[in-house]
């Protein structure tokens, strides 16, 4: 049974830091392109960025120089700092992985409020 369980959410004031975490089983996490999106209420869900197996990184453009991810491949979890936290990225986090399926965790909330 494949799971992905993200944690490290919650509420953060404007310009603070998060680090986000994704523990993964069930796969062969080191095959696996790992990432992360984000969607607010009422809107789609929008990539925030993916880590290839080897570790080369791309990212949303509004997140860009604020949010790094990264993964480590012996504890088969996917992190994402983010930086500089704007009321722009309050959302619901979920943790993604694409190999021969695809799956999805079930999200954890980002709350950037003063």
């Known amino acids: 049974q494949v799971q992905l369980v993200e944690s490290g959410g919650g509420l953060v004031q404007p310009g603070g830091s998060l680090r986000l975490s994704c523990a993964a089983s069930g796969i062969i996490f080191s095959a696996y392109v790992m990432g992360w999106y984000r969607q607010a209420p009422g809107k789609q869900r929008d990539l925030v960025a993916t880590i290839s197996s080897g570790g080369s990184t791309n990212y949303a453009d509004s997140v860009k120089g604020r949010f790094t991810s990264s993964r480590d491949n012996d504890k088969n979890t996917l992190y994402l700092q983010m930086n500089s936290l704007e009321p722009g990225d309050t959302a619901v986090y979920y943790c993604?992985?694409?190999?021969?399926?695809?799956?999805w965790g079930q999200g954890t909330q980002v709350t950037v409020s003063s």
């Open positions: 993604y992985a694409r190999g021969t399926e695809a799956y």
